[in-house]
């Protein structure tokens, strides 16, 4: 069983690679993998934001697939969100209100590039799952 899921995960960073995106060695990617489950969930929801009000990125699905399964393997993907579920919607909440001071910008109606730029150039665990177009 953990064989199968090593091999599913290595086949979906080949995948990541293989279309620009990360692989689950990128620094990025090691820092959203080693996030507390409700710090990775809020992570998640502002790259998704970020690729959706941003013609400049999308949202790099592959990664986040290759790294749900990687956290499933050390008990903190998906498997485990559910117990966690409160936590992760007052994490996401927290950090949704701390990107929109640290960026100035209001995430449901502001064009979100230059806080995904600045996200990219610092390296930041959201940068991760950021794809330039």
């Not at 995960?9 to 620094?27: E, I, K, M, Q, W």
């Not at 730029?117 to 794809?131: C, F, K, P």
Request: net charge negative; glycine share 8%; proline share 2%.
């Amino acid at each position: 069983m953990m064989t199968r899921g090593l091999m599913l995960g290595a086949a979906l960073a080949l995948a990541a690679c293989a279309t620009g995106g990360r692989s689950l060695d990128d620094p990025a990617a090691q820092k959203l993998f080693n996030l507390s489950t409700p710090q990775y969930y809020a992570n998640l929801t502002l790259a998704n934001r970020i690729a959706q009000n941003c013609a400049r990125y999308s949202y790099d699905a592959a990664l986040d697939s290759a790294l749900n399964e990687a956290r499933n393997e050390v008990g903190r993907g998906s498997l485990s969100a559910n117990s966690q579920r409160a936590g992760i919607e007052l994490e996401t909440d927290v950090s949704q209100r701390s990107f929109e001071v640290k960026h100035g910008v209001d995430l449901t109606s502001d064009d979100l590039c230059a806080a995904g730029d600045a996200e990219v150039l610092e390296g930041s665990a959201i940068s991760a799952l950021l794809l330039p177009v």
